[in-house]
């Protein structure tokens, strides 16, 4: 047995905790790249709190996912005002570009010298620049994870800039944040969550603190999805998920995902698709497809009893297997209203273009075993 575990420098959970960014902030620097989401006003009240603390800030918007051009825009406002830290607050876009404006607020070039499959894949050579993550939705963990996922939109595809540097300084985890969020996002958000405590717990690069990780996660959505769903502001749920969200970055931070996030990036990077929603649509059919496939091909692997025993965990029934687990998946997936990959342009057509590219991303490396392009192309025309 050999892993490594790795996470930000310091967590801090708890409702009402964005109260305590102010003194955490101002021991990283004085002028704070501030980057939100599409409606700056949402980050009038931490900027009150930093200014409080004679932190001057610039806002940065993220109007959609990230992509290239909007990280190098971010780390010229960066230098020209001459910020010394970032802060993230908003979804895992929002943190996803903090992450990557700091590294390259210290290190030479641009996103293209870092970034995996498109671009030269360099290893960082300097630490990022230090880095707070508030994430106000609960489910992509980005604010513990060491990667940033760009659009490369030249390219069709999303990919990532990744290295140990990048886990985020602070992570504050605040769930009072997240009691406004919109059914749908509070939907697609949360079954991401529930994807990455589901795949890396069934991954090839498992190991026993991601496992516990991993059972934690699965336990709190399972039993709080649907109330965060139906009732936003109920607070026992919506701190629920925020762990759950929480131990999910963890999990996929220090052992691999699997198949739905390697359909994830090429879906994402070629049609206008939130990341949540291609995991909400198809986990339960990589599910279905992994158990299947691990019957057919590999019935003695240790990963079609996690498959049982996530059946179990999820349901609640002692006596579960594994396609129970599905079904109840693909159950919570219907009760939530995920659409279908139709609906953003995705066509039969265009799944023999999708497949070679998902073969090829990092995620689908950690899927329990190699599945078919025959395989593959059904879990997509399932999903359309």
Not at 59 to 88: K, M, N, R, W, Y
Not at 346 to 355: E, G, L, R, S
Request: aromatic share 4%; hydrophobic share 45%; glycine share 10%.
């Amino acid at each position: 047995m050999k892993f490594e575990f790795a996470t930000a420098t310091r967590i801090i959970f708890g409702p009402g905790t964005l109260q305590e960014i102010g003194p955490l902030a101002a021991e990283l620097g004085k002028r704070a790249l501030l980057i939100g989401g599409s409606t700056p006003t949402r980050l009038t009240p931490l900027q009150e709190l930093l200014q409080a603390q004679s932190i001057t800030t610039t806002i940065f918007s993220v109007p959609g996912e990230p992509t290239v051009d909007l990280v190098l825009a971010g780390v010229q406002q960066a230098h020209a005002d001459a910020c010394d830290f970032v802060i993230g607050m908003g979804g895992g876009s929002v943190i996803d570009t903090g992450k990557a404006i700091a590294a390259l607020l210290t290190n030479p070039g641009e996103p293209l010298d870092y970034l995996e499959v498109v671009g030269r894949g360099q290893a960082l050579s300097r630490a990022s620049a230090p880095c707070i993550a508030i994430p106000t939705t609960a489910g992509t963990g980005a604010e513990v994870t060491r990667n940033a996922v760009l659009g490369a939109p030249e390219h069709h595809v999303k990919v990532s800039m990744r290295s140990p540097s990048m886990l985020p300084t602070l992570a504050l985890i605040d769930p009072e944040l997240t009691y406004g969020l919109p059914p749908d996002v509070t939907a697609s958000t949360g079954l991401d969550a529930l994807t990455q405590c589901m795949e890396p717990y069934v991954s090839n690069k498992a190991n026993p603190l991601t496992d516990a990780l991993c059972r934690e996660g699965m336990q709190r959505a399972a039993r709080s999805l649907r109330r965060a769903f139906q009732q936003g502001s109920d607070p026992a749920a919506r701190a629920d998920m925020a762990v759950a969200g929480l131990c999910g970055g963890l999990a996929l931070a220090n052992a691999k995902l699997g198949a739905v996030h390697g359909f994830a990036g090429p879906l994402g990077g070629m049609f206008p698709v939130p990341h949540g929603v291609v995991c909400a649509r198809l986990l339960p059919l990589v599910m279905a497809t992994n158990v299947r496939a691990l019957q057919e091909r590999a019935p003695d692997a240790p990963m079609l009893a996690r498959y049982d025993e996530i059946a179990r965990i999820v349901t609640g029934d002692p006596t579960a297997r594994a396609a129970d687990g599905v079904a109840w998946v693909q159950a919570l997936g219907n009760e939530l209203h995920v659409p279908p990959l139709a609906r953003f342009g995705v066509t039969a057509a265009d799944i023999p273009k999708v497949i070679p590219k998902a073969q090829r991303a990092g995620s689908m490396q950690g899927n329990p075993l190699v599945l078919t392009p025959e395989e593959l192309t059904q879990i997509l025309q399932q999903a359309l």
